[in-house]
């Protein structure tokens, strides 16, 4: 086994764990929450620290991956994870809106650095001649991460049914803490050090390639998590009557086949495997997304058959959007620069964590004062307006590499 793929395995081993404890805390805030009377808006803002420092971290952690080494970052966000699984498992009373909200910032923090420290490791882990091969192993890491945060919603559920809050979050702090340990040992040390010492300015992308695929990551993340984040477990549980145990395991499903989809990306979105997507075919998948959210809240006002209305189209959406997310994570990762690498990918995730910061503010608000048929609508003109950009974006991926 070659070196760069015990790092490859190391990356995703650590990605894995993190997901899972991410999935199952996201799980267990929202069903835990509403049990407890908490309003759609309010359970969603229980996330804006999650996402709001997300996207303080994607801007920031570039810099420091490139300055300190992937490894580093890599590690600190494990670490961070159980800091903030281990704030949750104090008494009930304490559990107040503000605590919470600390908490999921400190786990919007490590998640970010976890995501931003896998992504541009396998940058370094590939041949630049070798586009194709980088596909394949985003889509793998990218879809394999996906299906194990569904299955972290089920675990959420099932945790939450059989443990209960505090004994969810302090087994899940418990079992990351020797995955984190494991890392400090096997992970490379110089991984995504950058040669030349960026400044801190360096953090804004200075390529326009980069620019715009980040804008049209922030509408595509927005699309999804418009509906699915809050509006949509609460839908069904409310209006369907389904129990936490079939919301749970329905939504973990739905992001285990949205996963294992990611993984076949490249062979979905072209004949010839050995020939990497470019901006033509990442507006067109884009472009048919747009459609799916439309025909379901048209489902929905015409109150014909909600619920297979809503489930078909849920299976549909979560197709294309993995085949986007995928074409998405593969163009960011190539348009990168090799020396500092971490900097244009935490810029293009810094937009990611602003789409869902932006989504789930919208996910509470308007559902409770709309319902779940104005989500889909605005998940749908968020869609049109990532395809639009997708458009802008330059044909040849060289272009994107900022001279010097």
Known sequence: MSA???????????????????????MLVVLHFHELGYSPLEIALLFIFYEFFGVLTNLVGGYLGARMGLNRTMN?????????????????????????????????IAKDLNKMSAKSGIKLLVPDAQQD?????????????????????????????????????????????????????????????????????????????????????????????????????????????????????????????????????????????????GRAAAAGWVALLAV?????AIGLELDVAPQPVLIIGLVIFGVLFAVNSSLHSFLIVSFARGDGVSLDVGFYYMSNAAGRLLGTVLSGWVFQAYGLTACLWVSTAFVVLAAILTRALPEQRSVAVPAG
């Not at 008494?91 to 600390?102: D, E, G, I, K, S």
Request: proline share 4%.
């Open 292 to 296: 799916v959210p439309a025909l379901i």
């Open 133 to 277: 091969k980088l596909y394949k192993w985003v889509a793998l890491l990218t879809g394999s991460k996906n299906t194990l945060k569904g299955v972290g919603f089920f675990l959420g559920g099932a945790l939450l049914m059989f443990a209960g809050f505090k004994g969810a979050v302090m087994s899940m702090a418990v079992a990351l803490g020797l995955v984190w340990l494991a890392s400090l040992v096997l992970l490379k040390q110089e991984l995504g050090r950058s040669k030349a010492k960026p400044k801190f300015t360096d953090i804004l992308s200075k390529s326009r390639a980069i620019n715009v695929l980040s804008a049209a990551r922030l509408f595509l993340f927005g699309a999804r998590d418009v509906w699915f984040v809050v509006a949509l477990p609460v839908y069904l549980h409310t209006v369907f009557g389904w129990d936490f145990w079939r919301v749970g395991g329905f939504l973990a499903l739905w992001v285990i086949g949205y996963g294992f989809i990611q993984t076949f990306a490249p062979r979905i979105t072209g004949r010839d495997p050995s020939v990497p997507p």
């Open 76 to 108: 600190v966000g494990l670490f961070l994870q159980i800091v903030a699984l281990g704030m949750l498992a104090v008494p009930a009373a304490m559990l107040t809106v503000p605590w919470v909200m600390a908490a999921q910032a400190l786990s919007g």
């Open 4 to 26: 760069a793929i015990r790092q490859y395995l190391v990356i995703t081993g650590n990605y894995w764990a993190f997901t899972l404890t991410d999935g199952a805390l996201r």
